[in-house]
């Protein structure tokens, strides 16, 4: 073996930079596992949306044994997977953290509890969906189709996760979303019923995000924060309120970018590139200004 | 098994949302599968990019025997799958809708018929790339790394699909490239030759969107529609022409939103981050107004 | 069958557009892998953050064998890539190309060699994201969940095979990022330590930018080229520096624009959605015009 | 290409040898699948012994929804399968042989309500074979580990597929058996409760043997026929009678062949390596002559 | 669904009928795993005949790394399987059993000690097997093709466990042997240093056989028990000597069938289709009798 | 980790037994690979009974499509392994030793123009099952579920290889067909047409064997060598002839032991479990003694 590999080797193995996160050789508390995930939002999908997924035919006396199997299955996969995002932030490493199993099994039982409520709530995402772009043709397209049902399902499971206490999972779910649908939506956010999103790439939506009912956001939307206070130590300040509120009704066009802690009022219409620091209040229209639409006459390029 | 479990599969077995799409308990006729038509792009790559992505040695004489099969293959699986797009519209849910395989494979053998139109278009769009982006190599990059290429291949079949009045899966198809490159092209728009894309990632090109010759779009370009007339019922009219008109020779910079059906004259160029709802005269050139370049001179933040 | 598809797959032969890259029948130098190059890209993550991606659990006296195994299997499969890669630029279609695989060795063993560097600068990267974001919970996270830290990760291999003066791989190896996070960064832009990303969809960063210390970038914002000079037969000349100069400390908000070789002075801030195509004075602070704010009280859709 | 290669292509193409059966070009109708063969009896093997092969922790109250799920699939795939088998017999090559169709479908019922027959004798053939050898353990190790019982569930299935009618089918899964474990039970043969078969590579079972309750054989054993009348063509005439009879309580050792439609008497013992054409009484015991037992002196090979 | 359907699943879910093994709803103590195991065997080969079955170039100086690597990698999973099949034969049914955890870790490392062995009496097997066979071509043909040599690893890893206590997983290693190559030698036998089996399909070495050194068997070799005594019970007593004993230097040619606690001398050479069921004495020579030659000379068939 | 396993690696990486094959670094000529040689194998069933494994409907026009390009991926593939097998036996570990590359290439098209000769003598081999066997129902049947067939093909395709002079894969594939199917021929042996195979399980054919026309063998039938000179050594002598000749026309019932040079003469007809040294003349009927079947009538077990 050539001396210059045998010597990457050995820096690569004396280097103190993010070492590995466990180190008990006997530990199974490994970090819980992305494709393991992928699964169980599979199995989700399955669940939340039987017959459109599962290449199964579905009718109404197989559809009890589809389900209890897949929640069964659903409960065994989740309960490892939640198990390992308890142990990750844990102090135990002994293989059987017995307080983080026990802890585990009852989130996982509360988690499931919660799915028809889910499916509720997506069912009015759908809707909105549906009544809010003339190019969709029924509601089956928009449940196979449609990103923003993806980033929506999405969401909604983590967001529920997150609720219930379960650390790491949550945000890896809302990440996958993130990655094949271009929507960001952190599981933080509380976004309540019959949200629409068109398009989608490019929306980012905070972790201390509220928006009501009834609110419609095309691609390219930021609801971000502006900036954020710092400790004594100049690392920023975890868990404080710096995302905008939106209430009930609202419209946001495409690549607008609302900043910081603010409101926009109801039955508000913001359009497309302008850019909010500040509260909108109630009944608003918002629009970029036309002054930009300057014409030249010269050749000269941009 | 749990109480908590049982109560949850019973909840989920009785909810009446976005109930199953098939209940004849012997239908074959379940929707397109996302999988097999990721199959069926695949083999159309190789059809129309052969040598590129086969990991197949082409020659003068094999390459027949190549493109056979795979035309062969492509005949079956995608008959399959019009099939079940075709049914998925129509009202017969037996087993097997004589009418819907009948539709289906005159469709299937229209489709390949359009092939060689589909490649030369795209030799179009893979020259104006190539010219147009100085980072560009040579042409066999712009083919294989380019995501504006796979965009447009996904749109350019799900197009002739569409035209010849397939249902659900050109929409189907569109996605797909929509979630690996960020780039959302309505199956229904018209685009001619020498269409160039550059990054990608933000796109949104509506339904009735026209585009002519020789047009070159940015990352994060909109061409959308601003709002929509709604029936009686208050939902939304389908089919309506509500998209721009792009004309020969436009260039359009990253982040630029033009909605309604408006007219972008030929030989103009949209500067980036601009907002147009209204017609560009032929040869304009439109900018943001530099207004914007404040400079603050103080500590605060934004 | 059916001489529609005889008469197709006979055009489809005899067709001259964009012919297959290789000709020699006995040829093995296919283009590189796509397939293969996520494999490779799949080991430098095992190697580059061990036990965080491999479902293994490392300690201080296995951690050797592994990254040993890792590093040895990598050698023999960036090889073949980059003997493919080297192929693919030159003119002997031979099957054994001597010289592009005594080329293709020497520059696999110097990669090798760059990976404790690419490490140190992923720490860096990683350290200015946690510190960057309230909502991350710790650096663990930062790795596992981050899409910033993938398309660094991405970037930062990609930039060091392109200087050792490996052609078509890094294009490939960035353009997996962008597909998978929205973020396109060209492996020719140079980029200092300590960069963080937030959210990340829609960023540009172009062939030639050069970014310096400690700079942070929000979603959508692109680092672009303005237009380019075209040589005496209309091709754009390539390799000319057209792309912004990011000097140190620099924060730039998401959606922004900034083309052209203008540079943005160290210790500056760009707000969002700004578009800017000259030189930026240190210390500045840079915002969209509050004016476009406009409140409209009737009841008129945009 | 190779002129050598054309040719073979050529020839190939215009041999009239082993025509492939079906000819019609846009027939679904297909020989039935090994692999999708494999699936189903995996799925039987979930559905007969639960809990022993699908890494699934059943019990009382799941138990239900897993048997559910998998005979419903279990239903699908089979009449996919068989409908299949009675196309390849049948001459309509239209795509959809109604007919087939229907038939099958009654078939794949049929089959189904007959599994807890199937399971039963299983049942009978395990403890069998339990009490049968001092070295298993326990009755969970002979269900998992012991070729008998592999072979002997494949030819359960099997036999009661044929007696339905279903062509084929039959015959390919008990040479899935016969492929694993070198037993080789032809699905014709009747075999009675508590068969037991001990390590089993070599035996041979023919069409038309009659195996009572309670019987035991070892490994090389043939049950075989001694010659076939034939019809006036020279070919064999299908279908009589012509392999051994095997009463209650009979055991045959190692090696032993058995052949024509001779009657071996209950309560009977056949040795090992012993060749027998004629009836054997009823509490006989039949050993192979020692008088084989010669020694030789001298050093002289065989 | 159908009725007929309903009432099976009823049925089966009624059936007391080999009940499925673990009933606790929350135990991860499953049975082993046969896939995990057969995974377990390919490591177990890369880690005996480095560089034969894994398709990875090795030298003097990263063969540490790869088996390194691979004995850290049997380390893990054998310790998962050995701990199920520790729980399999214990009565603690909650979730982990400490007992069998601490049991299985220090048995997988006993049996990771005994590796050099196992290595070492393989290499007579090899060397063996290459002298004894002319149709041999080299040492690595032997390792590469040979069923005999495939069987005996399969055996001998299997034995060692079984010295070790560990229950079920011996019998599953060597029952994979069994189905590759139709040679069935019991975890149990022992057997001497320089062992050769030729050929191989239909051998049987039985559980308390005991085989000196430089022994050769041909294919359909049985060494076997004649007959058991019962318990009051009726039931097979378990553990009882009850196989041959095959001293050194002795050639079973094929097709012999050897029952009972019977010693073959030293030396001896046992000739093919022989049956025997009592000692014979060193340096021997036993043939079938001669007299089976008879030659008919009428038309008659057997 | 555990200083047992350290010691464990250290010894088994400082063991000299069997030493990896192949030590030059950068070599890339591994072993052939049995996974490839499967797919080849796989690839060859498609090309020599077309229509009956490939799940693919085939016609009389595009035949010609799907054999093209079997062949030529046969020869890609073939071509690769071949030079592996090549070079395993010759003495330059360079990379690419082009003597090894020229010679495969030369050999890879000459088994190619040997497929018809194979295609036509398996023809025959499945007229003679189907004619021989009372219980096949049809040839397609016998194509696609008899083990004799499967092992013909094999042994039909590795003996081409062998008389082209390829060392090691005609062994590799002849133990495939040996370990699906329990039948063991030698490549080396020498069979004329219309050869049927009845059963198969546990039948050996040495490497020296010569085997007439229209011969019949059932399961358990060894055609092997008796003794064998040993050089000055001890070694085996490699290639003399000592496996049987079988002239036209004869048959040889189940578990018949044939051992030496000796010859059947044609049109004879040998009897189960007997045990064959010496020639037998044209026209004989050999069969085991009937003396062996004593009965016992005392209670006495074997």
Chains 1, 2, 3, 4, 5, 6 share one sequence.
Request: charged share 20%; aromatic share 8%.
């Amino acid at each position: 073996m050539e001396a210059k590999i045998l010597d990457t080797i050995t820096k690569l193995t004396q280097s103190k930079e993010f070492e590995f996160p466990f180190i008990d050789s006997r530990s199974e508390n490994l970090m819980p596992s992305t494709s393991e995930l992928e699964k169980i939002v599979n199995l989700l999908l399955d669940i939340l949306y039987p017959g459109y997924f599962s290449n199964t035919i579905l009718n109404k006396s197989n559809l009890q044994f589809y389900l209890g199997t897949n929640i069964d299955k659903l409960k065994n996969s989740l309960y490892q997977q939640i198990k390992k995002g308890c142990c990750f932030n844990c102090d135990n490493t002994t293989e059987n953290c017995e307080n983080c199993g026990n802890n585990a099994y009852e989130k996982t039982l509360e988690f499931i509890n919660r799915l028809p409520k889910i499916k509720h709530l997506l069912s009015t995402d759908i809707e909105a969906t549906f009544l809010g772009d003339p190019a969709s043709k029924n509601r089956a397209e928009v449940i196979y189709c449609y990103p923003g049902i993806k980033a929506l399902t999405h969401y909604r499971i983590a967001h529920e996760l997150l609720l219930i206490g379960i650390p790491l999972i949550p945000r890896i779910i809302t990440e996958m979303a993130h990655s094949k649908t271009g929507i960001d939506i952190h599981p933080g956010a509380k976004i309540a019923e019959f949200f629409a999103i068109d398009h989608g790439t490019g929306i980012v939506i905070g972790e201390t995000c509220e928006i009501g009912k009834n609110v419609k956001i095309y691609q390219g939307v930021t609801l971000g924060a502006k900036s954020f206070p710092l400790d004594e130590n100049g690392n920023p300040i975890k868990g404080i309120a710096r995302h905008p509120i939106v209430e009930d009704n609202v419209v946001i066009y495409s690549g607008a970018t609302i900043l910081g802690r603010v409101k926009i009022g109801k039955n508000s219409m913001i359009g497309g590139n302008v850019w909010i620091t500040s509260n909108v209040a109630e009944n608003s229209k918002i629009l970029q200004r036309r002054a930009n639409e300057i014409v030249f006459t010269d050749g000269a390029g941009i």
